[in-house]
């Protein structure tokens, strides 16, 4: 069999809610951009860089995880099921489970960034000539429509490298009730959640000493002067990583370096000295906070796999 490939359209064509949310983040008295707007094709690059890096552990954690029980993680998965990703990205800890399911006839991956689900879809296709590979160009976050194939199909959503944390704990419950609805009555989902650990090793993950993430961080801005016109000084705003052990997260932000204005839109936007954008949550979790999580929002959780130091976790949870 050769590929058969479906397209959903765009929620919103290119730069129209990136730019309403950029000038919105930008407005509030404490200045926020979502994380979410990280991934064009430059930072899509920049964060697989990131993953490749000896501090960066989630990434590999993660990878352990699913290689050593990927097939565990999808048993049942056969040629009526489907295997719906959320964010994503380069899809490369998908191929860990796609080569554990060779009877999965259907995968259709979720993500902004059109380059990156293209480069996926032509990497999988080459590797997988009997998977049909449904791209969903898409924010995850919110609805958006869904490929027909998709229809009648036991679904299994996979949700990996603790990109669940990137929401506030409201946010998150909010986001699984969301996920189940689209998964359906007997669904899965396979998600992976960062572990609470010593404050050190957060702040090595996310403040490497090579600066990529620093430059991850600061290609947001680089991306509102490429796509939306933008008179920011990426020379004049420094990253900063820090974590909040009250909210159990750690935050990222764009501090200026000095007092400054970066024009959008025709719009002025003001920056005092050491005035911060916060550009990213990441909140991380004990192993049954999240099961507790997880039940707020419908689900039933299942199994749990961990990594022997316990850094990393994947849940199983299960839709009524």
Known sequence: MTNDIDRAEPAAPKGHGFAADVLDGLSRAEKRLSCLYFYDAAGSEL????????????TRVETDILAANGEEMLDGADEDSALVEFGSGSSRKTE????????????????????????????????????RVCPIVADFSRPAPLPAALADRRRIGFFPGST????????????LLAMRVLLGPGGRLIVGVD????PSRLIAAYNDAHGVTAAFNLNLLARIN?????????SGFCHQAIYDARAGRIEMRLVSRRRQTAKIGGRDFAFSRGEAIHTEDCY??????????AS????????????????????????P
Not at 47 to 58: A, G, M, N, S, V
Not at 298 to 311: F, K, N, Q, S, Y
């Open 47 to 58: 964060f697989d860089e990131i993953t490749r890096l000896p501090d960066y552990y989630p």
């Open 96 to 131: 860990l489970l796609l080569e554990r399911a060779p009877r999965l006839a259907l995968y259709a991956p979720i993500d902004v960034c059109a380059s990156a689900l293209e480069k996926a879809r032509a990497r999988l296709s080459a590797r997988f000539p009997h998977l």
């Open 164 to 175: 669940i944390g990137n929401f506030t704990p409201d946010e998150a419950r909010a986001l």
């Open 195 to 198: 572990l609470k650990k010593d």
């Open 226 to 234: 490429r796509e939306l016109g933008g008179g920011f000084d990426l």
């Open 284 to 293: 991380k979790y004990g192993v049954d906070e999240f099961r507790v999580t």
């Open 296 to 319: 707020d929002a419908g689900w039933t959780p299942g199994r749990v796999w961990t990594d022997a130091e316990a850094l990393f976790s994947v849940h199983e949870l299960r839709a």
